[in-house]
């Protein structure tokens, strides 16, 4: 299809669609969605973005409506299990709306493992997934196929169990059932046609680019303190992820330094007070928005 503008295709509401937005405007895309705007184009890269529900976005990158999309990794799972040519590939991991697709059941009830699942009731939004587990795990179960609300069907007394997307595991909880089996983990990813012209994989690569940019700092912090130049290498230590830090002399402060680093922020709670200990002071913590390789 000659056409030069690369269609990108995003969840418009839902799990997905925020973190979507957010790592796109990470990338300078100023996408702001709106009710009713099914199409966003941005001047960045020549793009149009389609705004849809998130089960029609491997349909569409498969019909080239769309030349990319950001779908949950457990869409294209299902999506690659119903249409068997798998023309669909994925380009990126985007790290952000990890959850896992699990079976679940009342915490009552008296399936304690995936065996008695034979001769159960199980629904789900993902069928062909849910098939696929229980045919590999020789388990005879009923699929009842819901495209919503999954988690009421025990209640109701549609289904024994249910195989469905946790995250926090809040809605479980709120629904008195308990996991029973993770069936597969996932997250955000790009999806693209395997055949996608050579110019609009050349526009998916600086997306790419910039989408790797932008993860490669999501959980780093750039931290500058004062310490003793005779303490570096213990905070070499205190500072995991410490690479090539910069050490600058301070003036009028003969024997200390000042240290700028990019340290993992899950680290830094725990090392503030040690990094205090070894004499550090004007500790500064700052969040990076990219970091270009
Ligand atoms: P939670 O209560 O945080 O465990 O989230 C569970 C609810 O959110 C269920 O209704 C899931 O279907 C839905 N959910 C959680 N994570 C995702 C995700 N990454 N993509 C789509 N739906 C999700």
Redesign the pocket.
Known sequence: MSQQRLRIALQKS???SDGSIELLNKCSFKIRPAKNHYLIKSNELDTDFLMVR?DDIPGFIDSQVADVGIM?E?LFIEYNLTHSDNKLEIISKLEF???RLSLAVKSNSNIMNIDDLNGKKIAT?YPATLANYLLENKIKAEIVVMHGS??LAPKIGIADAIC?????????KENDLVEMQVLLF?E?ILVGRKDMPQFIRTKVKELVFRFQSVINVRNSKYIMLHIDKNELPKLEKLLPGYEAPTILELQGHPGKVAVHVVSEEKYLWDTVNKLKEIGATSILVMNIEKMIA
Do not use: R, Y
């Open positions: 839902g799990k997905l998130d949950g457990n709306a990890t959850c939004s999954v988690e469905d997307l946790v995250s926090t595991g809040t809605t479980l996932s955000a």
